[in-house]
């Protein structure tokens, strides 16, 4: 191995017998010093578990790991810091409620006979911070900082314990634009510095945009390692799918018709009884897409939920078809051609200890063909299933079984089918491509302009600007409970949206 090599994993194998799935089949995967790699592939390709594997989340069945030149044998994350390995976790693993020293510094805190120094604590995270560039108030409580600063504290927990080489999963996942472009640079200035930095990530304009190189897993197995330089996003994409994949969504402008829904100064409060919607007012026409856009945690969750009956609403109104819907029970709703499309599929969409014909008829087994007189007709259910599976071109489903075992992609393509069947009149999307892969993310923007296109109104909420832009006619961005502006798509760019989503106010006409 030549000696500017910080990573090298060879011939690594994973095997989980519970799911039957080989998640790594006899990888090699080689990081060099000071660099940033992007780690790339669909959901299930296996790159989460490679490098779990290296930072002792998940113990490999067969195959070694070289840390800079030395064989090393990580079982537990306690090694993989020993050896100088971070990990940023998509999830953040930080404490609401302490402050963001003693986040940082928690288990390695300063201190004498068993008392910590909380002035000596801060200092140190202070000085950690300004000698990266990731300036931060150590007294600040983690429960009241943004985000993105969420994030800079994770990664100053890995600095603090030395770590020479970082691995962050899915690190923009929740961030604005302009976080996210504060972030590269943290990144490439830790690069710099000579550090590892391996970035795992479905996104690839952020690999063209900060990595030096990109390596590409599939099925398991590791399929291709390029420079960064030598490969287009197209080029990726095809590598990760297997096949040519459709990176923007064609559609024609929207002719939208007579409203659908209408929101008239809506009032929500959240789980705790703190207001979280504030007097909110917007219309949505049928054949238009209105994109909800805004950081994760500004009320779009309580909206949606009020909208579909989920959440009380303490003031203001909701019209379907103009009829007032604001007290009306779910199944009411959906009587009346609402759909919705919920952000957590795995809780809230499906119930994976139930069969896939169970699933599906979920929201309608009251009613014919699939009951008579309080009886399941389980022929019809049966056809149904099987058109649904045919028709969204779900893969390793079996009619009659539990769906536990289906990908994320698979699982999104069950509730599409069962949400769209029937052409409801209002689709509720809310982040309807959250954690799918380049291939199942192409499917459900297709599916989705299709059915505007069939003359439904769609109320999609997401927090992927990417999407905002691709499939959106209208876009409102939602910032503290409040929309902040709604615009044309047309008239819309990344730096202003980016802006509106902060909190920035638009300039008086």
């Known amino acids: 191995m030549t000696p500017d090599i910080a990573i090298n994993m ?3 194998r994973k095997y989980f017998p519970s799911s039957d799935v080989l998640a790594a089949d006899d990888v090699d995967f080689q990081v060099r010093k000071g660099e940033i790699h992007a780690l790339v592939g669909e959901n299930g390709a296996g790159k989460t578990t490679l490098m779990n594997i290296l930072y002792g989340l998940v113990r490999a069945d067969h195959g070694d790991v070289q840390v800079n030149g030395e064989t090393v044998h990580i079982h537990h994350p306690n090694d993989a810091i020993r050896a ?56 600040a409580v983690v429960a009241d900082i943004s985000v993105g600063m969420q994030q800079r504290v994770e990664i100053l927990k890995t600095l603090q314990r030395d770590a020479r080489i970082l ?20 990144i490439r200035q830790l690069a710099a510095d000579g550090r590892t930095i391996v970035l795992i990530t479905h996104k690839l304009v952020e690999v063209k945009a900060v990595a030096d ?104 109104s909701v019209l379907l078809g103009g009829e007032d819907v604001t007290l009306s029970t779910v199944r009411a709703r959906r009587q009346r051609g609402m759909a919705h499309i919920p952000e957590d599929r795995m809780h ?25 007189r309080g009886i399941f007709r389980f022929r019809a259910i049966r056809e149904f299933a099987q058109r649904i599976v045919r028709s969204f071109n779900v893969r390793s ?5 539990e769906i536990h075992t289906l990908s994320g992609g698979n699982l999104q393509k069950l509730v599409l089918g069962r949400e769209l069947d029937g052409h ?22 297709k599916t989705l302009v299709e059915a505007r296109d069939a003359g439904a109104a769609i109320l999609l909420v997401s927090v992927e600007l990417d ?4 499939l959106s006619d209208r876009v409102a961005i939602m910032f503290e409970g409040r929309i902040m502006a709604v615009h044309d798509i047309e008239d819309l760019d990344e730096e202003s949206i980016g802006l509106l989503m902060a909190g920035h106010q638009e300039p008086e006409p």
């Open 467 to 470: 999407e905002i832009f691709s």
């Open 84 to 139: 100088g390995i971070g990990m940023v976790h998509q999830h953040f693993k930080l404490i609401p409620s302490f402050t963001i020293a003693e986040n940082v510094m928690l288990g390695i805190e300063p201190g004498q006979m068993g008392f910590i120094n909380a002035g000596e604590e801060a200092q140190a995270v202070e000085d950690l911070g300004e000698n990266f560039g990731l300036p931060v108030d150590p007294n």
């Open 397 to 401: 489903a079996r009619l009659g079984e």
């Open 424 to 445: 409801p009149g209002l689709i509720v999307a809310n982040q309807p491509t959250r954690g799918l892969d380049i291939g199942s993310i192409e499917f459900v923007h």
């Open 213 to 316: 190189r990109v390596s590409v897993m599939r099925n398991g197995r590791m399929i291709a390692t390029h420079d960064v330089a030598d490969v287009s996003i197209r080029d990726m994409a095809n590598l990760m799918v297997g096949r040519e994949v459709v990176l923007r969504v064609d559609k024609e402008k929207a002719s939208p018709k007579d409203p659908v829904l209408e929101i008239k100064n809506l009032l929500v409060a959240s789980a705790g009884g703190i207001p979280a919607v504030f007097g909110v007012s917007l219309d949505l026409r049928a054949g238009e897409i209105l994109g909800i856009a805004g950081v994760s945690g500004n009320g779009q969750t309580e909206l949606v939920e009020a909208l579909c009956g989920l959440r009380a609403v303490e003031g203001g």
């Open 167 to 186: 691995v962050l999963d899915e690190p923009t996942a929740v961030l604005t634009p302009q976080e996210v472009r504060e972030l590269y640079n943290v």
């Open 348 to 372: 809230m969409g499906l119930n994976l200890r139930t069969s896939l014909d169970e699933n599906l008829i979920v929201t309608v087994y009251q009613r014919s063909p699939w009951s008579e």
């Open 10 to 12: 060879r011939e690594v």
